[in-house]
């Protein structure tokens, strides 16, 4: 069986985002961009499960600008086994994504897609979702545990004060969560064979979609400033504050 792993290229998550003087965005120049984590947890689920001989082939995918090469070296380094890379150097929308992936899937016929449940620059969580209603396929979103069993997988879901567990008939789409996995540091040996593993470039138009966006960002804004806190004597001091600024 094969898997189909998209990833995306983000600002790396321990950068400290800077908002744009003029509030149309956040500023990536010089910025450290790395794979977004939920789907670097999805490529290192696939490279398991193909250990444990349950697919045979990762094909990790991309849509975004030349140097979203380097997030699927990334992939391949990890055990992806080829990749496309699908060039738009503009912001896209989930939904030009999803259609993509739908475009992909169609031609490469994989048994299951595993996603990242969210792309932390934009905190979306809707590629995946889109994608299995495109295709009409099962979902089982926000995975922290996989098994597939021949024609089915289960997979365990994080939910309030507990666990549930879904089971989807393949082909089907799955999202990862935080605890699905740790994933590995790729050896240089790895990364080295990674240069030589083939990266199948293509356009949005080769599939048909329209990447126009359908929303227009009004405005982006940094949080407030945290004020410094101050020291109190005692409880009942606290307790005064508290009142007196109308906390309490
Ligand atoms: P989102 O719905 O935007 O939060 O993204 C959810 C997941 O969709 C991500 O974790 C990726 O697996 C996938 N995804 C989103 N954007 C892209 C992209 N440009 N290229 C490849 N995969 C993407």
């Not at 956040?26 to 290192?44: G, H, R, Y």
């Not at 349950?54 to 090469?69: F, N, R, Y």
């Not at 993509?100 to 969580?125: H, M, S, W, Y």
Request: aromatic share 2%; hydrophobic share 45%.
């Amino acid at each position: 069986m094969k898997v189909l792993v998209p990833v995306k290229r983000v600002i790396d998550f321990n950068v400290a985002v800077r908002v744009k003087a003029d509030r149309t965005g956040v500023d990536l120049a010089n910025v450290k961009m790395s794979i977004n984590p939920f789907d670097e947890i999805a490529v290192e689920e696939a490279v398991r499960q193909k250990e444990k001989g349950k697919i045979s082939e990762i094909v990790a995918v991309t849509i975004g600008p030349a140097a979203a090469q380097e997030t699927l070296r990334t992939a391949l380094a990890m055990g992806a086994d080829r990749a496309i890379l699908v060039r738009h150097d503009a912001e896209l929308e989930p939904l030009a994504v999803a259609k993509t992936l739908k475009a992909i899937c169609d031609q490469e016929q994989p048994g299951l897609v595993i996603l990242g449940k969210q792309a932390i620059d934009d905190d979306c969580n809707q590629v995946g979702q889109m994608l299995a209603a495109l295709l009409a396929w099962p979902q089982g979103t926000f995975a922290a545990q996989l098994e597939i069993q021949a024609d089915r997988a289960q997979v365990t879901r994080e939910v309030d004060g507990g666990l549930q567990t879904v089971e989807v008939k393949l082909p089907a789409v799955v999202t990862t969560d935080l605890r699905l996995n740790e994933p590995r540091y790729a050896s240089l040996p790895n990364i080295m064979k990674a240069r030589k593993k083939p990266i199948q470039e293509k356009t949005m138009s080769d599939y048909g979609v329209d990447p126009a966006p359908r929303l227009k960002v009004l405005e982006v804004t940094a949080p407030e400033k945290r004020r410094s806190g101050a020291r109190v004597g005692s409880a009942a001091e606290l307790v005064a504050k508290l009142k007196d600024r109308g906390v309490i």
